[in-house]
């Protein structure tokens, strides 16, 4: 990796600024703060700015209905930005075994200094124990879990859309301020070319069998309905479990409507029986591949620029963010259902005298957002697919009370 400003510079540090981020101009600042850390690293690809916006904007964040956020940036004795860090509390956040108030840190940055971390870190866990809490967790998101979560630890490749991205030293800086793995998180890719293992085909042609089987790919026309099908998988298969609540079909369908554009209606998949939907496989290409030529910014014109390079620029890899069965046809082979039906489209797969024939694929690479390791079932179910291990981001912990005996997240059964 470059060598970054200042690396391991402990004597240059005679005095350090922390801010709190209260001003329009500070909160431009700590986005930049990233920008600056990262800039000679070929495989960073700059965030848009609205998205990081968006957490800390009262208005379109829910979270701050349960709890508050504050940031601060670090500045050296130049005034040159070298830090940054928030902290979170929310009364809805809670993982299984937890028996004490956690709150969280996230959108930390900072130079390969562990004095210039060691003060970012302090401010955020002097400031949640103001707020009552007794352990943080970080890097973590003021929200849901499927943006902004984790520090990356493994696979330094170009991040998915809204996946923390950080340099290799960032994971000493924690470990030597106290922070322990609280649990891993695994993201699994594979080239799209490759056959699927061969039970796969065979569960397919056994379901197969059956009409009352059917899949049906997502279609933009037709949004309001698939928004629906998806709502009662999703309350099926999740609500109520790691502490998930249901979801409303309105809220799919806004969600669907903001995808719209980027959507790609060949790779969003819904199982049905006896047309009753059972199973969702949701895909969205590579977003971060046009993003990237944005530099952040995502104006009136940068819109229009990224519909350009979209429709000029072939996106090679697309990103599973959901997949899921309801709870009654889970072991019951419709997973590999769902999948194989799939690929008829994404692999342009044909069946032929019973023999499944892979053609040309519309995408080389595909990669699923993280699973959690707590989570051995799904692991299982993405190793099943002959996947590689593309990335491990890791949530860390650290607990107030140095005494108190450190426990990593329970495995799910």
């Known amino acids: 990796m470059p060598t970054r400003p200042y690396d391991d510079a402990a004597p240059y540090f005679c005095k350090m600024n ?16 990233n920008v600056l850390i990262n800039r000679e690293d070929p495989n960073y690809i700059r965030p848009l700015d609205k998205d990081i916006y968006d957490v800390f904007d009262k208005e379109k964040n829910k979270a701050f209905r349960f709890g508050e956020a504050k940031r601060w940036i670090l500045k050296d004795n130049q005034g040159n930005l070298i830090g940054r860090i928030a902290a979170f509390v929310n009364k809805k956040y809670k993982n299984k075994g937890d028996d004490i108030p956690v709150g969280g840190i996230g959108f930390f940055d900072c130079i390969n200094n562990q004095e210039a971390a060691n ?22 998101n003021f929200g849901e879990r499927d943006t902004w979560w984790g520090l990356l630890v493994e ?49 397919h042609a056994a379901i197969s069998k ?26 099926k298969a999740w609500a109520g479990h790691g502490g998930m609540k249901q979801i409303e079909e309105r809220t799919v369908l806004k969600m669907f409507q903001s995808m719209k ?19 969702i496989w949701i895909n969205l290409p590579d977003l971060n591949q046009w ?11 940068d819109k229009l620029k990224f519909l350009w390079y979209k429709k000029t620029k072939r996106c090679t890899k697309f990103v599973g963010l959901v997949f899921g069965i309801v709870p009654e046809f ?43 390791e707590f989570n051995p079932k799904m692991i299982n179910v993405a190793e099943s697919l002959g996947t590689q291990r593309t990335r491990k ?21």
């Open 18 to 33: 922390l801010i709190e981020v209260t001003t329009p101009a500070q909160v431009k600042e700590f986005i930049q703060v």
């Open 119 to 140: 003060m970012l870190f302090d401010i955020a866990k002097n400031w949640l124990t103001e707020k009552g809490m007794e352990a943080m967790d970080g890097p973590i």
């Open 330 to 372: 889970q072991g019951k082979g419709v997973d590999a259902y769902l999948i194989v039906e799939g690929c008829k489209l994404m692999q342009r797969l044909k069946i032929e005298n019973g023999q499944y024939i892979v053609g040309k694929p519309i995408y080389d690479k595909y990669e699923m957002q993280w699973i959690g």
């Open 291 to 301: 993003f990237k030529y944005l530099n952040g910014k995502f104006g009136l014109l």
């Open 155 to 203: 696979g330094f490749e170009p991040p998915l859309y809204r996946m923390n991205y950080n340099q290799p030293y960032y994971k000493n800086l924690f470990e030597t301020y106290g922070f322990k793995p609280f649990f891993n998180q695994i993201c699994f890719g594979l080239q799209v070319k490759n056959r699927l293992h061969e039970k796969f085909y065979e569960r």
């Open 393 to 413: 981001l890791t949530t860390y912990r650290f607990l107030f009370d140095r005494e108190k005996e450190f426990k990593p997240h329970p495995i799910l059964h």
């Open 261 to 279: 554009a980027v959507m790609d209606e060949r790779i969003s998949w819904i199982a049905y029986y006896k047309s009753e939907p059972i199973g």
């Open 210 to 235: 059956d009409p009352n089987f059917s899949a049906d790919n997502i279609k933009i026309s037709n949004l309001a309905k698939y928004a629906k099908d998806f709502t009662v998988v999703y309350n």
